[in-house]
């Protein structure tokens, strides 16, 4: 059910690009290295030095969003998986279990692993038994917590030390070289992506809003797996520019825009437009979210190795509750959000709890009213349409008095 969803024109681009990008990275994965690596991994070190890189995150959203992932679960569960783990896990370990229902048949065999903590400590477990299972090496970069706003100096030299070791780690399992020129060229590549990509996000303080979340977590594709390329940048300047138009002729993303609003966690993937309808038909529209703005913090390529480690180290999950309560405050004032709405997400607990206290500081900090819906991103079963339907219906009549 898509009725509500005005179709963005650089829809087109945006498939093209990521189809170019899987096959591709079946054909590069028998000229170069292939590394299997983190959504919060320094992907420009290895983009740099020649090395093909794919996400089992982002390939585990895909198997969401093809409503292939419930069944890849339950491949991982049959060989002793918990119920309980990341739905991205389980749906990338069955497909790499079984290959039979998984979209383009898998992701290419890794040559090698790099997983970083500050997205979560699933992902080091995760990567480890691929490492197990397919008996490559694996890098682990660990990044400490941050209590405050600021970065302490030991934080930025502790994890610019482990990157210094990754790009040596790198050139010992694959024989290449880390070139500065082409270092420098891939970190100022990615920081214009994700000037443009903050750029199109701040469009939607415009009212009407011209994108709504199906926007903004579809077209957050090529900041991902396409950091540090000029394909990412030629297609967001063209994303830039439809954007920019809709705000000059005041065109919406729904067709009438009653209730601007707040979106906290990763998409229910396989309920993507008839979820955010619920909200469309009470002309609900979600402006911003703190998900697709975790890829939109700035990297400093004045000190590449040290920009890098601020830049992945102050990721949002990474942040205290304060810290990530005071993000969301910034974001209801400059958005002039009515309500939020968290998505408690069953496999995400490191972005889950604590919400209800967020939810609390925020409400009492701005006076938003704020909504609880439990799903998961991949797996169905966490999902009961009826009782959700009802709460979003309830929640959007507080919103109306």
Not at 63 to 68: M, S
Not at 232 to 251: D, I, M, N, P, S
Not at 365 to 385: F, N, Q, W
Request: proline share 4%; aromatic share 10%.
């Amino acid at each position: 059910m898509t009725k509500n969803y005005k179709k963005l024109a650089t829809a087109q681009d945006l498939n093209r690009l990521m189809t170019r990008y899987y096959a591709k990275s079946k054909l590069v994965s028998k000229l170069r290295p292939v590394a299997w690596v983190t959504s919060g991994a320094p992907v420009e070190i290895l983009t740099a030095m020649g090395i093909a890189s794919a996400y089992p995150e982002n390939y585990g959203a895909l198997c969401g969003a093809r409503k292939v992932a419930t069944a890849l679960c339950q491949e991982a569960e049959g060989h002793g998986y918990s119920q309980d783990l990341c739905s991205y896990a389980r749906s990338h370990i069955g497909s790499v279990l079984n290959k039979t229902g998984a979209p383009m048949g898998g992701l290419p065999r890794p040559d090698l692993l790099v997983a970083c903590n500050n997205i979560c400590s699933t992902t080091v477990k995760w990567y480890e038994v691929l490492a197990r299972h397919y008996k490559v090496p694996l890098f682990v970069l660990d990044t400490p917590f941050m209590h405050h706003p600021e970065l302490e100096a030991h934080t930025v030299q502790y994890v610019a030390a482990q990157l210094e070791e990754l790009i040596a780690w790198l050139q010992k399992h694959t024989g290449r070289k880390l070139e500065q020129k082409k270092f420098l060229e891939t970190l100022n590549l990615s920081r214009r992506a994700v000037q443009l990509w903050r750029e199109i996000r701040e469009l939607c303080q415009a009212k009407p809003s011209p994108l709504n979340a199906p926007d903004l977590f579809v077209n957050l594709a090529p900041i991902v797996v396409l950091r540090g390329t000029k394909e990412a940048v030629t297609f967001y300047q063209k994303l830039k520019a439809e954007v920019e138009e809709r705000v000059a002729k005041g065109v919406g993303a729904i067709p009438e825009e009653r209730y601007r609003l707040l979106w906290d966690n990763i998409a229910i993937w396989y309920r993507l437009f008839r979820f955010f309808n619920y909200f469309v038909d009470f002309g609900g529209c979600f402006v911003v979210d703190t998900y697709t703005n975790a890829w939109s913090v700035d990297l400093d390529v004045s000190e590449p190795i040290e920009g890098l480690a601020r830049t992945y180290t102050a990721v949002c999950i990474n942040q205290s509750l304060q810290m990530r309560a005071e993000t969301m405050v910034d974001l209801v004032r400059r958005f002039d959000v009515d309500g939020i709405v968290f998505h408690s997400n069953r496999s995400c607990k490191p972005y889950s709890l604590g919400q209800y206290d967020i939810c609390r500081i925020v409400t009492e900090r701005t006076g938003v009213p704020g909504l609880v819906i439990e799903a998961d991103m991949c797996d169905t079963r966490a999902y009961t349409e009826g009782p959700i339907k009802t709460r979003i219906q309830a929640f959007m009549e507080i919103l109306a008095r």
